[in-house]
């Protein structure tokens, strides 16, 4: 049976999911850490709320678990500075390579 449109990657939206034991490691990395929460559990808290609301609007979200190590060569790869910006770039790529 084929998926219906509102459930495809393509028609999702994705939400960079990260882990604890790897959020210093993102923060110090980030050249924006100062916009980052001081810790997981905060940045949690925040994404599941807006994940939540998401979601009461009908949109389709697709957490992507986001290795921090592969984010870091990507932004290396493409000659850009890990910020907000290159952190929602990777979720957008990530997110194209599971509907491929």
Partial sequence: MPRS???SPASAIGVAWYRPEQWETLRNASVDKDKLE???????????????QLRQQDIHIVKIDIE?????????????PL???ARTKYTAFKLQQLSQ
């Fill in 83 to 85: 910020d907000a910006e």
């Fill in 68 to 80: 921090i190590s592969d984010l870091l060569l990507w932004c290396e790869s493409q000659k850009i």
């Fill in 38 to 52: 001081d810790t997981h559990a905060e940045w949690q808290e925040e994404a599941e709320r807006v994940v939540k």
């Fill in 5 to 7: 449109k509102v459930n």
